[in-house]
Nanobody, 123 residues
Framework: QMQLVESGGGLVQAGGSLRLSCAASGRTFTTSTMGWFRQAPGKAREFVVGISRSGDNTYYADSVKGRFTISRDNAKNALYLQMNSLKPEDTAVYYC????????????????WGQGTQVTVSS
């Protein structure tokens, strides 16, 4: 079992930055591929970025490339998402998720989910 708890969301103006954190409990964090997803009102949950177990490989959605950076600290069982140059269209609830296996983009391929943290970008 793994529990994930996100934090760091909030309200920011367009062009601003936020850093999301995801704290994981359980002994399986270091063997888990991790991902960040987001869900805007009225839209399906979508893949944002994923990171391999070691952190050596990352995969970004085109919409966030060059603006968002994912990282992980396996010693702290923590996952991070640095978001820069935020746009109003980045407004969504952001979720961290975990799975065993390689990074994939499909929501239903992830086994564990946090409760989400709201990010709101004003124009």
């Amino acid at each position: 079992q793994m529990q994930l708890v996100e934090s760091g969301g909030g309200l920011v103006q367009a062009g601003g930055s936020l850093r999301l954190s995801c704290a994981a409990s359980g002994r399986t964090f270091t063997t888990s591929t991790m991902g960040w997803f987001r869900q805007a009102p009225g839209k399906a949950r979508e893949f944002v970025v994923g990171i391999s177990r070691s952190g050596d490989n990352t995969y970004y959605a085109d919409s966030v490339k060059g603006r968002f950076t994912i990282s992980r600290d396996n010693a702290k069982n923590a996952l991070y998402l640095q978001m820069n140059s935020l746009k109003p269209e980045d407004t969504a609830v952001y979720y961290c998720a975990a799975r065993f296996g390689r990074v994939v983009l499909l929501v239903n391929e992830y086994d564990y989910w946090g409760q989400g943290t709201q990010v709101t970008v004003s124009s």
